[in-house]
T-cell receptor, first 111, second 116 residues
Framework: DAKTTQPNSMESNEEEPVHLPCNHS???????IHWYRQLPSQGPEYVIH???SNVNNRMASLAIAEDRKSSTLILHRATLRDAAVYYC????????????FGAGTRLFVKA | GAVVSQHPSRVICKSGTSVKIECRSL??????MFWYRQFPKQSLMLMAT?????????EQGVEKDKFLINHASLTLSTLTVTSAHPEDSSFYIC????????????FGPGTRLTVL
């Protein structure tokens, strides 16, 4: 399974944008880039996913590098409720869409 | 989005007993369900993948006789922790995806198991 590398933790101020990076240099052509987040004592929550083009939804934006070896999750205005562990995951349809979690980035949001 | 539920949300049991955890897809048919466990301050670890009507595929290092998985219908999968011991205490999370939306995976809220 292709792996992802994320910073252990990041800090942001409330109401400011947050850019969460993810490196996936061994990504294959059939890997989709997914982002999930997990609040304490809860199951992961889907945030966004993409293949090649940048994606936007109501929660966040996903910027994918042209070579697809890295991506960035963008939270446009962080709130205290965005404090969570964010996981960048590669899901391969050829591998049955098995989702393997890395360590993730713990996001701290300061009021 | 699609909803996945788990029952119970918390369970405390004595060492040596078996515990069953249910995972249900409430508004879609889940052709594939996944079971994870998560220890405090750690990431989720995939235990097994189950497809409806067939035997589960376990990840390396996961004892299939210890963690029995049944996926008898398109909306229900169960994980039974047999002869539970304190080291099995963990947060167990299931997820599900459908054939139509195989690229999306929906997670349950998790079950906290404590073995005394």
């Amino acid at each position: 399974d292709a792996k992802t590398t994320q910073p252990n933790s990041m800090e942001s101020n409330e109401e400011e944008p947050v850019h969460l990076p993810c490196n996936h240099s061994t990504i294959s052509g059939t890997d989709y880039i997914h982002w999930y987040r997990q609040l304490p004592s809860q199951g992961p929550e889907y945030v966004i996913h993409g293949l090649t083009s940048n994606v936007n939804n109501r929660m966040a934006s996903l910027a994918i590098a042209e070579d697809r070896k890295s991506s960035t999750l963008i939270l446009h205005r962080a709130t205290l409720r965005d404090a969570a562990v964010y996981y960048c995951i590669l899901r391969d349809w050829a591998g049955g869409f098995k989702t393997i979690f890395g360590a993730g980035t713990r996001l701290f949001v300061k009021a | 989005g699609a909803v996945v539920s788990q029952h119970p949300s918390r369970v405390i049991c004595k060492s040596g007993t078996s515990v069953k955890i249910e995972c249900r897809s409430l508004d879609f048919q889940a052709t594939t369900m996944f079971w994870y466990r998560q220890f405090p301050k750690q990431s989720l670890m995939l235990m097994a993948t189950s497809n409806e009507g067939s035997k589960a595929t376990y990840e390396q290092g996961v004892e299939k006789d210890k963690f029995l998985i049944n996926h008898a219908s398109l909306t229900l999968s169960t994980l039974t922790v047999t002869s539970a011991h304190p080291e099995d205490s963990s947060f167990y999370i299931c997820s599900a995806s459908s054939l139509a939306g195989a690229n999306e995976q929906f997670f349950g809220p998790g079950t906290r198991l404590t073995v005394l």
